[in-house]
């Protein structure tokens, strides 16, 4: 089971709806419009569990290498293998933002669906028309 500090996107889903990605999947009617958002919320907030850990993982490798480099129990060859690294964790780091983003907008759609829909009422055309008086014949 992976370490729940690595799980950002389910952190974020949770903290934002109320309920982990998977009951928030579980919650919603089959083939309704939640349903669509949450599997879409619950599929965005697992690629970013997935690139928050793969980043942190790197990082760890990097720092791990840099630490025994730094204590003389390790050198770092030539051949480029810590610039490599740090190319990871930059590709990494550039995802795990788009996942971040992706994700806040896909909770923010799920949220405005899940808004009353008195306000979004009063404002359409239909409900215009039933508000005003009707003419006497």
Do not use: F
Request: net charge positive.
């Amino acid at each position: 089971m992976p370490d729940p500090s690595s799980l950002l996107g389910s952190t974020m889903v949770s903290q934002k709806l109320g309920a982990t990605p998977r009951r928030l999947v579980q919650a919603c009617a089959s083939g309704s419009p939640h349903d669509a958002l949450a599997q879409w919320v619950a599929t965005l907030a697992h690629r970013l569990d997935d690139l928050h850990q793969q980043l942190v993982t790197q990082a760890m490798h990097s720092a791990d290498t840099l630490t025994r480099v730094a204590t003389g129990k390790g050198q770092i060859n030539s051949l480029g293998i810590l610039q490599n690294s740090g190319m990871q964790i930059d590709i990494l780091a550039a995802r795990r933002a788009d996942a971040i983003e992706h994700l806040t907008l896909a909770i923010h759609v799920y949220q405005q669906l899940d808004e009353p829909q008195i306000r979004h009422a009063a404002v359409s055309p239909v409900a215009k028309l039933k508000t005003q008086p009707t003419r006497g014949r």
